[in-house]
């Protein structure tokens, strides 16, 4: 009796590649993207510096024959590429049409501050015109502002330290990693030291009693019990905690129909010490949505 060759068993279908996951790092010289990127790297992510825009589809497509691979890239695309700037949006636009997302980190700081940068690393400006360095960086700045406007996240990192970078850096890669919510970010500050410059908005609560004049409450913080229950449950804190709170309850919704992945609500008083922590305080624990992840940040409370 004939017998029937064997069929040979079909190849297993390797599963599908999740999509690329690609950060463009942007922003002005001295604002901390080679920082940035080394923190993008230490958490795992393949990175290039000064990428040139037109060649992303190609390198995109080269990674995604890796067959996951490489799954999260992190690329510094800044003023050193000039020549190159004027392919990026078409590139980054190809990208995403191939199915990758991309995400654009846009990093900038005030002029004295980038000016103070390049003074005490004594390094020159990558545009070094020759002139002023106040004018490489108002031109950089010019430049680069239609991708400023595009940016997903924009981190002002005049304030910042070396760890609050990689810590709002961990929390934009945590909430990509997440499902989408979005990150509502409370930051208390003392309007002597300046208004943070990257918040929405900005809530002054000078007009609420003040701790620093109650010499039993005058050396502790906003974060003391008993400096939080003065504020808040002052006659005029109860009423405007309220109202406030209200107020941002409303907002959420909006901020989700743009949609709107991150939002930074300022709460300013004299020092950053008492009546703006508080407050911060109040918000981060009482504001609740389903779709907000919660953080808050107190700019100036270890400022002496």
Known sequence: MPTTPTQPAPAATPPPAKPLTIYVLTGLSGA???QALKIF???GFFCMDNFPPSLLPKFTQLCQETQGK???IALTIDIRGRAFLEHLFDA???VKAGGATLRILYLEASDDVLVRRFSESRRKHPLNSGGPIMEDIRFERETLGEIRDRADYILNTSDFTAKDLHEEIRKIIEHESAAR???LIFISFGFKYGIPLDCDMVFDVRFLPNPF?????KTFSGLDPRVYRFVLESELGAEFSLKLKHFIDYLIPQFLQEPKSRVQIGIGCTGGKHRSVAFAEYLYREIKHPLVENSRRHRDLDVR
């Open 70 to 72: 490489i799954q999260r």
């Open 41 to 43: 790297e230490d958490s």
């Open 32 to 34: 901390g993207k080679s």
């Open 181 to 183: 919510l979005m990150s």
């Open 92 to 94: 980054m636009d190809a």
């Open 213 to 217: 004049y109650v010499p039993e409450l």
